[in-house]
């Protein structure tokens, strides 16, 4: 079983700062989504929102066809894992995982093979004496054997060294083929994440930037890469990056580029490559200024 | 899985609560014995479970209480368990366990009044009390789980509003909502509010008004609490 999500005109304020501003969305059911955005882009208070952390001020969730909040029949089925795991300081590993069997989708065994695979020391140990990483995979174990119709994983693997998030990654696949389900993954590790995400979802200032498939979002762009003069030839055409190295310059473009750009660019001798999400994703969000 | 969520609630959370208990009974005990010691060589007739009964036994589940929402109600809404379902099993458990509570200091009573009558002294309470004796099981247990469960509600309720509300705030209501605790005991009038209220010459309503309006007490606390427990946000912890 697996749930969609239909987020309508959903505004969160905190007193004068709307965290959401009438954001609409859609996550289809059964993919793997990518939520995408800059820090206080909204993200988190958008995930509270679907997994009925928090009561929307204004605007409609709809996980299922069904408003998530206090719902005792949609809560179980849907799961949300942030890095602080949303224990107390003095829980043990055990007890969290036994809180798991609370769920009816629940996989006591698997969870026990997870713990197994990350290596994390569940036997007789606080949480708060886990390391940052080994918290990080707890919560990853907790998601994932939480078998959940609509599973969302909040930044949880941020403590994680690389080799643990690429098993991370790469047990999310193989369970997620297993077992269908509809999955949303907040990141800022947009390149590591973006092979696993079948939809993506910009959102800064609390709005929609951008929504789409992956695939076709990616087909909207291009990499353009060789000497720096020639590649200046695809000036007309937006330009989401540029990266030097020698004489070598390599331009990203992005939106319509029309029906005869690629084979332009390949008869002036161009190389093409595919545009990057994390280039898009900057260039799309890069116009609010940083703060020190 | 066909158990009701709050009794699965309930029986979690006590199993949650296990081991800081047992670690609690772990230390007073020893320390009650002791003083029971001491006080059967000074002052032999007089009752130190007694102590133990008005003191450590209320204060430390008190505070236990207090941790209920902010410490527990997260791990459970994360677990896909409702506010609604959370309150009902919380409920159940700390009904259950000022219960549990009454029970066992009415068993130190008897335990205590053994021996005493072993060694052949007579036995004190010296406390005002509903009960004439230890012997008075109903009253007893009347007694000890009401006032217990008042003082958790209070509790219950105290962190709740610091979960729900700014800290400020939340301080400058710990007066209002100690109110039935301080209701239940000026309305049963034992131990300590016993001896003052009758020292200011009160007389305490009819048992069974002072037991039911008691209870109708503890029911608006735990009303109070679900209805600021029911729409929290459940915030994101610092990491």
């Known amino acids: ?8 005109d959903l505004t969160v304020r905190f007193g004068d700062v ?101 290596e994390i020391p569940v036997n007789r140990r606080w949480v708060t004496k886990l390391s940052r990483g080994k918290k990080a995979a707890l919560a990853c174990v907790v998601g994932l054997a939480s078998r959940a119709p609509l599973t969302i994983f909040d930044e949880a693997y941020l403590g994680m060294d690389a080799p643990s998030r690429a098993a991370f990654y790469d047990e999310l696949l193989a369970d997620y083929m297993r077992h269908p389900r509809t999955i949303v993954i907040s990141t800022h590790l947009i390149e590591e994440f973006s092979g696993l995400f079948e939809q993506v979802a910009i959102i800064d200032s609390g709005r929609l930037v951008l929504q789409g498939e992956t695939d076709e979002i990616r087909a909207r762009g291009a990499s353009v890469i060789e000497p720096a003069e020639v590649v200046d030839r695809v000036a007309g055409h937006a330009v989401v990056a540029e990266r030097r190295l020698g004489p070598t310059k390599s331009a990203t473009v992005y939106g319509d580029l029309g029906a005869d750009f690629e084979e332009n660019v390949r008869s002036a001798g161009l190389e093409l490559g595919p545009v990057s999400l ?14 020190p | 899985m066909t158990t009701a969520p709050a009794i699965r609630v309930a029986l979690q959370v006590s199993r949650g609560f296990a081991p800081v208990i047992a670690i609690f009974l772990a230390i007073v005990i020893p320390v009650f014995v002791g003083v029971g010691v001491v006080s059967s060589i000074t002052d032999g007739e007089a009752s130190a479970w007694e102590i133990a009964a008005t003191g450590a036994f209320k204060w430390f589940p008190f505070a236990l209480a207090v941790l209920v929402t902010p410490a527990i109600l997260p791990m459970y809404v994360t677990h896909g368990i409702t506010r609604h379902q959370f309150v009902a099993g919380a409920m159940l458990t700390l009904g259950a366990f000022a219960l549990a509570v009454a029970a066992f200091l009415n ?25 004439e004796s230890w012997t008075e099981v109903p ?29 400020l705030w939340a301080t400058l209501l710990i007066p209002a909502a100690m109110a039935p605790a301080a209701g239940a005991e000026l309305l049963l009038q034992t131990s300590w509010t016993g001896s003052w209220t009758e020292s200011m010459g009160w007389t305490r309503p009819s048992l069974a008004v002072a037991l039911s309006v008691t209870t109708l007490l503890i029911g608006a606390t735990v009303a109070v609490v679900y209805t600021l427990t029911r729409s929290v946000p459940i915030k994101l912890k610092a990491t």
Not at chain 1, 278 to 291: G, P
Request: glycine share 8%.
């Open chain 1, 1 to 8: 079983m697996t749930l969609g999500i239909e987020v309508q």
């Open chain 1, 18 to 118: 709307a965290a959401l501003d009438a954001l609409s969305l859609h996550f289809e059911s059964g993919k793997v989504h990518g939520l995408l955005g800059r820090n206080g882009a909204g993200k988190s208070t958008l995930l509270a929102a679907l997994a009925a952390y928090r009561r929307p001020t204004s605007g409609r969730v709809l996980v299922g066809g069904e408003d998530p909040f206090e719902n005792p029949r949609l809560m179980p089925q849907i799961c949300l894992i942030r890095e602080t795991l949303d224990v107390y300081d003095t829980e043990t590993c055990r007890s969290v995982l036994s809180l798991g069997a609370l769920r009816p989708t629940w996989d006591a065994v698997y969870a026990e093979e997870l713990v197994e695979k990350f």
């Open chain 1, 278 to 291: 994390q280039d898009l994703f900057i260039h799309l969000t890069a116009n609010r200024s940083v703060k």
């Open chain 2, 107 to 131: 068993l130190g009573y008897a335990v205590e009044a053994a021996i005493h009558q072993a060694a052949g002294r007579p036995y004190e309470l010296r406390s005002p009390h509903l009960f």
């Open chain 2, 139 to 167: 009253l007893v247990v009347a007694e000890y789980a009401l006032l217990l469960a008042a003082l958790l509600a209070c509790g219950w309720l105290i962190g709740t509003l610091y979960y729900r509300l700014h800290w």
